[in-house]
């Protein structure tokens, strides 16, 4: 074989590697989420091959694309002319968004089911804005806008009011329960330039938090059905929920186990028989523990195969971890199995005692 058939051969050769890999992923991803092949390939192809969108969205006039961003919830806090909004709400959330970004204390002037009106506070500015329902679209339109501040903006605004605040923290609450109303009221002037009382700051903490609780009971009431949804889009998915009654007889939550068909037999199949198990604190209002199985994929990747949340990490937990672990994933007595662990006396107890 000389060097250009050798350079063939080679590019030839990477190339059915690559084409069994990226089948590999696809078949993967299908039987995890059942996502249509089709529909990938073909938004690759069209956007590799023919350079053109993989989806509609992409092309239009500028109007079509600000009606995008609007239906994307992307609004940049920008207006013009006879720009189109979907509803009245979607207008409004585009002036929090210029407030935010211009820092001039707009308010509306004019607020009616078919109609808004929004003008500038600021002495002697004349910046004002009109939006009204289109009925034969059947979309609210920007019909007079008059944009120029002759006013100089003071970092006060009476439109950011708790609501807005809520939202713009409440991402950063869910990270940090722990972040104070003062430093809610200096994240604000430091992001936003705006400037809200210590009052507002608190209100909006403790609101945040019981957004944040009311979501995750909402969450917890709804494990059953995640369960259902998880066995019925994945045959063969282990999926355990133990609950506790309480004295006035309502149940709740205790243990939970999870490990997807796709993983299980992918580790089987491909991986080593190594296996990592570990826990780590669920922080926030939530509490317990989180117990994790990994291993190692053939690219030595760490590859997660079962989890599971307790209350917390003792002995019985990490028991009936193990024991379910063994069952599920087939592993008998622990032949020719090797453990990772940062040796908790719960796990040496219970990996003694199960396998
Ligand atoms: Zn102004």
């Given at each position: 074989?000389?060097?250009?058939?050798?350079?063939?051969?080679?590019?030839?050769?990477?190339?059915?590697?690559?084409?069994?890999?990226?089948?590999?992923?696809?078949?993967?991803?299908?039987?995890?989420?059942?996502?249509?092949?089709?529909?990938?390939?073909?938004?690759?192809?069209?956007?590799?091959?023919?350079?053109?969108?993989?989806?509609?969205?992409?092309?239009?006039?500028?109007?079509?694309?600000?009606?995008?961003?609007?239906?994307?919830?992307?609004?940049?806090?920008?207006?013009?002319l006879?720009?189109?909004?979907?509803?009245?709400?979607?207008?409004?959330?585009?002036?929090?968004?210029?407030?935010?970004?211009?820092?001039?204390?707009?308010?509306?002037a004019r607020?009616?089911?078919?109609k808004l009106e929004a003008k500038?506070?600021?002495?002697?500015?004349?910046?004002e804005i009109y939006c009204s329902?289109?009925?034969?679209?059947?979309?609210?339109m920007v019909k007079h806008y008059y944009?120029?501040?002759?006013?100089?903006?003071?970092?006060?605004?009476?439109?950011?009011?708790?609501?807005?605040?809520?939202?713009?923290?409440?991402?950063?609450?869910?990270?940090?329960?722990?972040?104070?109303?003062?430093?809610?009221?200096?994240?604000?002037?430091?992001?936003?330039?705006?400037?809200?009382?210590?009052?507002?700051?608190?209100?909006?903490?403790?609101?945040?938090?019981?957004?944040?609780?009311?979501?995750?009971?909402?969450?917890?009431?709804?494990?059953?059905?995640?369960?259902?949804?998880?066995?019925?889009?994945?045959?063969?998915?282990?999926?355990?929920?133990?609950?506790?009654?309480?004295?006035?007889?309502?149940?709740?939550?205790?243990?939970?186990?999870?490990?997807?068909?796709?993983?299980?037999?992918?580790?089987?199949?491909?991986?080593?028989?190594?296996?990592?198990?570990?826990?780590?604190?669920?922080?926030?209002?939530?509490?317990?523990?989180?117990?994790?199985?990994?291993?190692?994929?053939?690219?030595?990747?760490?590859?997660?195969?079962?989890?599971?949340?307790?209350?917390?990490?003792?002995?019985?937990?990490?028991?009936?971890?193990?024991?379910?672990?063994?069952?599920?994933?087939?592993?008998?007595?622990?032949?020719?199995?090797?453990?990772?662990?940062?040796?908790?006396?719960?796990?040496?107890?219970?990996?003694?005692?199960?396998?």
């Amino acid at each position: 074989m000389d060097k250009n058939q050798m350079l063939v051969y080679l590019n030839h050769h990477t190339r059915r590697v690559k084409m069994r890999f990226v089948r590999m992923m696809l078949r993967l991803l299908r039987r995890t989420y059942k996502f249509s092949t089709m529909k990938i390939t073909r938004n690759i192809f069209r956007m590799k091959m023919k350079n053109i969108p993989a989806t509609d969205d992409e092309s239009g006039d500028e109007e079509q694309q600000a009606e995008r961003l609007v239906r994307r919830d992307l609004l940049d806090g920008v207006f013009s002319l006879r720009q189109l909004f979907c509803s009245g709400s979607d207008f409004k959330k585009n002036i929090i968004k210029y407030i935010l970004k211009t820092r001039h204390n707009v308010v509306y002037a004019r607020w009616e089911k078919e109609k808004l009106e929004a003008k500038c506070k600021g002495k002697g500015c004349h910046w004002e804005i009109y939006c009204s329902v289109e009925n034969h679209i059947g979309k609210w339109m920007v019909k007079h806008y008059y944009n120029e501040h002759l006013c100089h903006p003071t970092g006060r605004c009476e439109l950011i009011k708790n609501p807005i605040i809520d939202d713009l923290f409440l991402e950063d609450i869910r990270r940090d329960p722990e972040m104070s109303g003062s430093e809610i009221k200096y994240e604000m002037k430091r992001r936003y330039n705006i400037i809200i009382s210590p009052n507002q700051a608190k209100v909006a903490r403790r609101r945040i938090l019981d957004r944040l609780q009311a979501e995750c009971d909402e969450q917890f009431s709804r494990l059953r059905d995640y369960e259902l949804q998880l066995c019925t889009m994945n045959d063969g998915t282990t999926v355990e929920i133990n609950t506790t009654t309480r004295d006035d007889g309502s149940e709740a939550f205790s243990h939970m186990y999870i490990c997807f068909e796709a993983l299980r037999s992918a580790w089987k199949q491909n991986c080593r028989p190594i296996i990592g198990l570990d826990g780590t604190f669920l922080k926030h209002s939530m509490k317990g523990i989180m117990l994790i199985v990994v291993g190692r994929d053939p690219n030595n990747q760490i590859f997660p195969i079962v989890w599971v949340v307790v209350d917390c990490e003792n002995n019985p937990n990490w028991e009936w971890f193990v024991r379910k672990l063994k069952e599920d994933m087939g592993l008998g007595l622990g032949e020719n199995i090797t453990l990772i662990s940062d040796m908790h006396r719960g796990l040496i107890h219970s990996v003694a005692t199960e396998l």
